[in-house]
């Protein structure tokens, strides 16, 4: 690709808003550009870059026979009341209603349609167990879209549904899903732990998460420090007996850590997600309040909060909580709005904290960061029973269903590579995801031995079957160099002062070694760099 004419708008300065080095280097390298908030505009580098996670998750799923296919975005509300979801889901989903007053959602993820075309396509358990996915952009009205591509209102996702007739069948796809989530995820270059999440009241059994490791993510990641045993901070509360999660009542702790109070909504038979949303609710400035002013203190919009202790905790109780968007504090008389509240650091909740034994009986838990990338999930027969679908078994009876489900977030993966993968100069791709392998430069390119030399070896890098990104652009040096880092290509090759000798330099951006080399090498040369 000619660079001249390539839509590569990079940026000198970091713009000012946005706070995480993913989003900082994305729109500074040209990779993209924001069109509403959580909405963005990929633009050919970062589209590149898209393809490459892309194509690595297709060849892994198609190598354990996943089939892919496309489902609509456009869904019928019917298909979402047959679950409950349409009511469940609240404002996260956005509806919309067609010209004849229909109501339709656009899709957040797709169990519905795709139980509903399996409940009408298959029938015997003789064509089981069977796995499709497809790689779609997903529609998820985010309560705080932030962080670029981390956290999206419209993102890309690989979702793939697997329906069983037998519980060891659902379990072998499980199995084999997860192992091709750690091939992915290696693949594409990225530090992750797999660890054990709630499936919460979805009827669902076993659920990993696939967490990459970073100071920027909104998971908190509680390992142990002698073991093997990795939960996210929810699930080893739970593992930990230090929170029932079976409870059918909704729960508020609010959790008082210095200058801010937090309010913390537990599971109690809701899914995980929920009660991650209300996590979200973290009320801040409030450090005037007594302990008896923070029991006096809350109400909704929905209507005022009982409170107890229990345990040492503050215990509000009460459903109407839920999807509530703004509360009063009632002594100060102040609003917070829910918008303007921001998750955090989960380390001050009481739920599990770091130097706790571990769950699993070993050692000691420690913390981390991390960025969910991706999902294994053991449905079961929620979505199956709510909507009808069931094969015929060996004897001709008829059974729901049992159903996986297994996510990836493509986009949020780029960003997620991104911030593994940096430096002070900009990102670092690795090899296997770089939106090109070379970026060739020409430093002078009124220069003609340097122009008609680099002409040359755009011609035959390409056709030595390397994506080679051409800087022709008649810009110095200097302003060449500082873009090559800031997009961040694994090998530089520049055409430079000994051109007329056949003479390159070619540098390698990931350990910043460079060596000047014979035209004739070249290729021998970069072969054994990338
Ligand atoms: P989160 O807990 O971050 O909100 P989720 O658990 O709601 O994510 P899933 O329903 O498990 O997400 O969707 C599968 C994958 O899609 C997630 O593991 C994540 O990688 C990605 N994903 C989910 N929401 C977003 C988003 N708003 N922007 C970008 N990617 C997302
Ligand atoms: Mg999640
Ligand atoms: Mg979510
Ligand atoms: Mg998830």
């Not at 490791?213 to 073991?227: C, F, Q, R, W």
């Not at 008389?333 to 070993?362: F, H, K, W």
């Not at 009808?388 to 996986?404: C, E, H, I, T, W």
Request: net charge negative; aromatic share 8%; hydrophobic share 40%.
């Amino acid at each position: 690709m000619r660079q001249k004419t390539f839509l590569l708008p990079t940026l000198r300065d970091i713009p000012s808003d946005a706070d995480v080095k993913s989003h900082q280097l994305m729109l500074r390298a040209g990779m993209m550009r924001q069109n509403a908030a959580g909405v963005y505009t990929y633009l050919p580098l970062a589209k590149r870059v898209i393809s490459k996670v892309e194509a690595i998750v297709r060849e892994e799923l198609e190598a354990i026979d996943v089939q892919e296919l496309t489902l609509p975005s456009l869904h019928p509300s019917e298909l979402w009341q047959e679950t409950g979801r349409w009511d469940k889901m609240g404002d996260e989903l956005i509806r919309l209603k067609d010209r004849h007053g229909r109501d339709f959602a656009l899709g957040p993820t797709h169990e519905e349609v795709i139980t509903s075309i399996i409940r009408d396509a298959i029938g015997s358990y003789k064509k089981l167990p069977l796995n499709v996915f497809q790689i779609q952009t997903k529609f998820r009205d985010e309560r705080r879209p932030r962080f670029g591509l981390l956290r999206g209102r419209e993102f890309i996702m690989k979702d793939a549904y697997s329906f069983h007739d037998t519980e060891e069948s659902l379990d072998d796809t499980y199995q084999a899903m997860y192992r091709a989530y750690e091939r992915i995820f290696t693949r594409v270059g990225l530090t992750f732990r797999a660890v054990i999440a709630d499936s919460g009241a979805m009827g669902g059994k076993d659920t990993f998460e696939f967490m990459a490791l970073a100071d920027v993510g909104e998971d908190t990641i509680a390992y142990s420090d002698t073991s093997n045993y990795a939960a996210n901070i929810e699930m080893a509360a739970v593992q930990a007996g230090n929170v029932e999660n079976t409870n059918p009542s909704v729960q508020l702790l609010p959790v008082k850590a210095d200058d801010e109070i937090i309010i913390l909504l537990l599971g109690a038979g809701h899914e995980l997600n929920e009660v991650k949303s209300l996590h979200e609710l973290q009320v801040k400035s409030l450090s005037t309040l007594n302990d008896q002013e923070v029991q006096e203190a809350f109400s909704t919009e929905k209507g005022s909060l009982s409170i107890q202790t229990i345990e040492g905790y503050r215990l509000i109780a009460d459903q109407s909580l839920q999807g509530a968007s703004s509360f009063t504090i009632e002594n100060t008389g102040d609003a917070v709005n829910c918008t303007e509240l921001s998750i955090d650091s989960y380390a001050d909740l009481r739920m599990i904290q770091e130097g706790d034994a571990s769950p699993d009986g070993q050692g000691t838990i420690q913390f981390a960061r991390g960025i969910e990338i991706g999902q294994v999930f053991k449905l079961g027969t929620f979505y199956s029973e709510s909507m009808g679908a069931s094969f015929l078994d060996q004897n001709g009876r008829a059974n729901p269903y049992k159903m996986g489900c297994y996510g990836i977030g493509i986009s949020r993966t780029v960003a997620a590579i991104i911030e593994q993968h940096n430096d002070e100069n900009g990102i670092v791709w690795p090899v296997a995801v770089a939106p090109f392998d070379l970026h060739l430069l020409t430093l002078n390119s009124k220069n003609e031995e340097q122009a008609e030399l680099s002409e040359k070896l755009y011609t035959t890098l390409k056709q030595s079957g390397w994506d080679v990104l051409y800087d022709d652009r008649p810009e110095r040096a200097g302003v060449k160099f500082k873009d090559a880092d800031l997009i961040g290509l694994p090998i530089r090759v520049s055409v430079g002062k000994r051109a007329s000798e056949g003479v390159v330099e070619v540098k390698v951006r990931s350990t910043g070694e460079s060596e000047d080399v014979h035209i004739d090498n070249l290729a021998d040369m970069i072969q054994t760099k990338l």
